[in-house]
């Protein structure tokens, strides 16, 4: 059994590596290029930064050496990467997904305006949150995650062959982009939708026709079932 790490380029390798040490046979298969980009509209009143990933904060850093006051984070990965830009006070939501993040911010009300670093394409649940609760925020786009143009030689070969494959889907995005992908590399829609895919995301999200999947609502719901 293969097991293909779908998500952004740079994201791969560590999850591979980690399935790896698991014993598990992992191959990459990125299907995003992340590209960071300056806002020249960028501004730094008495604020508190949102990061809902580490490329948020590595954009940030990209555009400016001026920290906020705090800065609140999805996930221990983006708070460390927010520590290692020198950013002092930070909250890290304990559940890393977009809905508990939200509900977060509005608790946490009192550190407004936010300034939210993030991508062009991104869940809208945080703003709408934020919006719907009268909370000061502005938005800032630090990076671009953009579709790839193939799939590698070394997941086609997979793909054509007999082996039992387990795409693991970091978001429906990423499941869309590979499906995609792997059709107009001529692999047959009969071997697609016979895979059993992984997918973080939401079945309302899900773009591709295939019977047999399971979605997780967070990446460490998936990297549970890799515990024992």
């Not at 977009?98 to 009192?110: N, P, T, W, Y």
């Not at 793909?159 to 995005?173: A, G, H, K, Q, T």
Request: with cysteine; proline share 4%; net charge negative.
């Amino acid at each position: 059994m293969y097991y293909l790490v779908v998500r952004a380029d740079g994201q791969c390798t560590e999850t591979v590596e980690l399935l790896v040490k698991k014993g598990l046979n992992a191959v990459s298969a990125p299907v995003l290029s992340v590209d960071y980009c300056i806002d020249d509209n960028l501004a730094f009143p008495d604020y508190s930064a949102i990061f809902s990933s580490r490329n948020g904060v590595i954009g940030f850093k990209k555009n400016t050496n001026i920290l906020p006051n705090f800065a609140f984070c999805i996930g221990q990965k983006t708070a460390n990467e927010a520590l290692n830009i020198g950013i002092k006070n930070i909250v890290c939501a304990e559940q890393s997904h977009s809905e508990a993040f939200a509900e977060l911010l509005v608790k946490k009300r009192e550190y407004a305006p936010f300034n939210y670093y993030t991508a062009h394409f991104r869940k809208p649940c945080i703003e709408n949150s934020l919006m719907s609760n009268n909370i000061s925020f502005s938005t800032y786009i630090v990076y671009e995650t953009n579709p790839v143009t193939t799939l590698s030689n070394e997941v086609l070969v997979l793909l054509e062959s007999d082996e039992e494959i387990v795409p693991l889907c970091f978001s429906n995005r990423c499941a869309q982009i590979f499906y995609s992908l792997a059709l107009n590399k001529g692999i047959a829609k009969q071997r697609l939708n016979g895979l059993l895919w992984h997918i973080i995301g939401s079945r309302d999200a899900l773009d591709i026709s295939v019977e047999n999947y399971l979605l997780f609502k967070t990446p460490n719901a998936l990297y549970e079932l890799f515990e024992n």
